[in-house]
């Protein structure tokens, strides 16, 4: 029995070497390996989960290694710590407390990516992926984004050049975004300086206005970046031509009210002083009759008939002249309602005109809405595709796991000679595990990249609802104190219609019933 294996050794020699060689090879090399991190900047989403990369090379079972995850500027510095197959929460620093885990069923495979959840300001920093013995250590650098869609709304009119006045504002960024504008050309406009609050939750607030005048195209883009985090958030308006001609037709309203002012007031003082000198007529007339009354009898009743003709001229005179000064009058009254009338026209054409605005804006607005909802809707298609193809592969994986283990134990139990076309299946199964397991990790990252672009695109949609909320009562608002400042100037006035502010209120109030 001796000999015969003897004999079997020596007629095979070759696979037992190798059988050997390898599992000295093995033994011998285990723990030679590196970490791999990351060597760009990872950057996360305020508020979203990110993965933190770390992995053996080559894949080696980590289970039973103890893994740290630290961040050197805080105390303690542990941000994650495995050991003896589980988690040590006394160890980890009080920020991280229920936001950190590691993929678990992948720490066999070699894994050893952290996932951070619902990110904060704080989590920036340079993180190390460390394994104590042998040790080995890896660097991932986190940035921690906040990006946010612009808000555009008209701020007023610049009564100076008649142009628009329009705001931008953002809020929730971080880093500390710039604000630029540009035409619908692309070039940039000239605007005033930024304003920048930064809140008690580190998160910024920017503004910006400019002032517009009539162009081409009268598209205007209010853009706000963050060249640091490669981030870019822009909102688009469109001004009407209509709306540039309400500016214009108030500035010639404005100067044909002031002119039929002074022509009022002129005429007024023309007939207070022909009304003084009349009088001034009359008053020396009597002073002459009673001054020459001591003379003789004839002189008197000569002078009383010469008065009293007199008097009647100048009563007849003034008759004429009454009657002269009312036909003036009327005339004046029925100029005065006339323009009173072409007024109230000019007015309602150009709060018509802002109406016909607001309606555009609404318009845009809705269809950049339903443009957004279409865009999430095709990724959460996307997104289930993802899921569906993951899961397909999961379960791929699943049955060559068991197939391999399978082809294990048949090689435990067979002898040499008929191992050899069993250790080729192995590899084979081998090397289309380690196919699926890749396959695997592509789609899982895919996956995670659709579900933060629907996640982001749902905050699109929820803020575009918002802006379209905003701009509107902001727009209305702003229409609704310049008409205002328009009635208060008109009611100061010598001059005015009895019912024009009342028509205007009742108006813009129509507007507002409108736009709801």
Known sequence: MLNADTKLLKSHPTPLIVLVFHLLLTHFCRGQFQLIGSSQPIVATLGHDIILPCH???AEDASGLTLEWTRADLNPRFV??????QELESKKHPSFEGRTSLFIDELKLGNISLKVSKVKIGDQGTYRCFIPSPGKQSSVQL????VFSPVLSLAGIDKDTSGVVLQCESKGWYPEPEVVWLDGEGNLLSAGPTETV???DDLYTVSSRVTVEKRHSNNFTCRVQQKNINQTRETHIYISDDFFEVQSSSFTLTVGLAVSLAVCILLILLLVFFVWK????IIINKGSHWGDS??????????RNKTEDQRETLMADETVQMEVLNEGKGKKKNKHLNKQKTEQQRREEAENRVKRVLILFSEELETRKNEKQDELQQLREERQRHQNNLQTVKKELENKNKELQTIQAMLSRWPLRGRKEEEQKKNKAEQEVETLKKKMETHQKELDIKIKQVEDKQAEVQQLQDEIQRM???NLQTLMESNNKELERRQAAPVRSPSSG???NVEVQLIHSDIS
């Open 56 to 58: 053996l090379d080559p």
């Open 80 to 85: 994650h710590v495995w050991r003896d197959g």
């Open 143 to 146: 940035v921690v984004a906040a």
């Open 198 to 200: 930064r809140g008690p």
């Open 278 to 281: 009349w009088r001034q007529n």
């Open 294 to 303: 001591g003379r003789g009898e004839e002189r008197n009743c000569s002078k």
């Open 472 to 474: 509107v009562e902001t």
């Open 502 to 504: 009342v028509s205007c």
